[in-house]
């Protein structure tokens, strides 16, 4: 895929176009954010930080870094690309955004990938995964924000990704054109249960949630990722425990039993969800 310049940045402060000058990008009113050597931007306001440090620490960056490179969830990026590729066969270029991409592999993903001339923008609050992803890809964008303010000009995008995210859908309908599309990826019940049921006592069964197309969007198609998964070694299973929440919610017996482990024979259940943003 050729990757071309993400150039619908907007201004965090004021929601005015980002124009890139050198080494900053600067809007009209004057704000300017620099572009850091490695190649990111910050674009999350301090005061619209919950945090000093938000979203997922150096830690859990570089194992999810270790643990995606391995190419375990190679499936689901590859469902990623089709998905893509489905809403937009032939067309000419491809404007999309990974809101909340962590260490940037799935759109790396489909950066390699064939098809449209496209720009990609990469955004996730988490200072340490813009970084991780900007180190190891210069083809797309980088940017630190928010969901919930993405700096993106209105009707600008092709396509939003969310990949086991936080969704905020009235700013991807604000974001997307209309008939631009939204890929969504969750977790399904089973997903990595026999992990889960190592690190808890008990699982609490949660019964399969319908997900209906919310305002500004309609349902286009809906499919379920599913395969085993065999890890060997203690380092790939400490890495997976390791990006996920159930490190911080598991009991230290749980996280104990979890070292010890060896091998792990695993279930990757992920449904993905393409919806559509409607014209009003």
Same mark, same amino acid.
């Given at each position: 895929?050729?990757?071309?310049?993400?150039?619908?940045?907007?201004?965090?402060?004021?929601?005015?176009?980002?124009?890139?000058?050198?080494?900053?990008?600067?809007?009209?009113?004057?704000?300017?954010?620099?572009?850091?050597?490695?190649?990111?931007?910050?674009?999350?306001?301090?005061?619209?930080?919950?945090?000093?440090?938000?979203?997922?620490?150096?830690?859990?960056?570089?194992?999810?870094?270790?643990?995606?490179?391995?190419?375990?969830?190679?499936?689901?990026?590859?469902?990623?690309?089709?998905?893509?590729?489905?809403?937009?066969?032939?067309?000419?270029?491809?404007?999309?955004?990974?809101?909340?991409?962590?260490?940037?592999?799935?759109?790396?993903?489909?950066?390699?990938?064939?098809?449209?001339?496209?720009?990609?923008?990469?955004?996730?609050?988490?200072?340490?995964?813009?970084?991780?992803?900007?180190?190891?890809?210069?083809?797309?964008?980088?940017?630190?924000?928010?969901?919930?303010?993405?700096?993106?000009?209105?009707?600008?995008?092709?396509?939003?990704?969310?990949?086991?995210?936080?969704?905020?859908?009235?700013?991807?309908?604000?974001?997307?054109?209309?008939?631009?599309?939204?890929?969504?990826?969750?977790?399904?019940?089973?997903?990595?249960?026999?992990?889960?049921?190592?690190?808890?006592?008990?699982?609490?069964?949660?019964?399969?949630?319908?997900?209906?197309?919310?305002?500004?969007? $309609?349902?286009? #198609?809906?499919?379920?990722?599913?395969?085993? =998964? !065999? +890890? @060997?070694?203690?380092?790939?299973?400490?890495? &997976? /425990?390791?990006?996920?929440?159930?490190?911080?919610?598991?009991?230290? $017996?749980?996280? #104990?039993?979890?070292?010890?482990?060896?091998? =792990? !024979? +695993? @279930?990757?259940?992920?449904?993905?969800?393409? &919806? /559509?943003?409607?014209?009003?």
């Amino acid at each position: 895929m050729n990757v071309t310049p993400f150039q619908a940045l907007a201004c965090p402060l004021d929601g005015n176009p980002l124009r890139c000058h050198d080494t900053a990008w600067r809007c009209g009113a004057g704000h300017s954010f620099d572009i850091a050597r490695q190649g990111y931007t910050n674009l999350l306001p301090v005061q619209n930080k919950r945090s000093l440090d938000p979203g997922d620490s150096k830690l859990m960056v570089a194992a999810r870094s270790r643990f995606l490179n391995a190419g375990w969830y190679q499936p689901v990026a590859e469902a990623i690309n089709s998905a893509v590729r489905a809403g937009h066969a032939g067309a000419a270029e491809l404007s999309c955004l990974d809101a909340g991409c962590g260490e940037g592999y799935y759109l790396r993903q489909l950066a390699a990938s064939n098809g449209s001339p496209s720009a990609l923008l990469g955004l996730d609050i988490s200072k340490w995964a813009v970084l991780a992803a900007a180190k190891q890809d210069k083809r797309p964008n980088w940017v630190v924000g928010s969901n919930a303010n993405l700096p993106v000009l209105s009707g600008t995008l092709d396509c939003v990704l969310c990949v086991f995210g936080f969704p905020v859908y009235g700013e991807f309908a604000r974001v997307l054109k209309p008939g631009g599309q939204l890929v969504q990826v969750d977790a399904g019940a089973d997903h990595l249960r026999e992990l889960r049921e190592i690190v808890y006592p008990t699982l609490k069964e949660k019964p399969a949630k319908e997900l209906l197309a919310p305002d500004g969007f $309609e349902m286009l #198609a809906t499919e379920t990722v599913r395969y085993p =998964l !065999t +890890l @060997t070694g203690a380092e790939p299973i400490a890495d &997976l /425990l390791a990006m996920t929440p159930h490190l911080y919610r598991a009991s230290a $017996e749980g996280r #104990a039993k979890a070292a010890a482990l060896t091998a =792990l !024979t +695993l @279930t990757v259940d992920v449904r993905l969800t393409r &919806l /559509l943003r409607v014209r009003e």
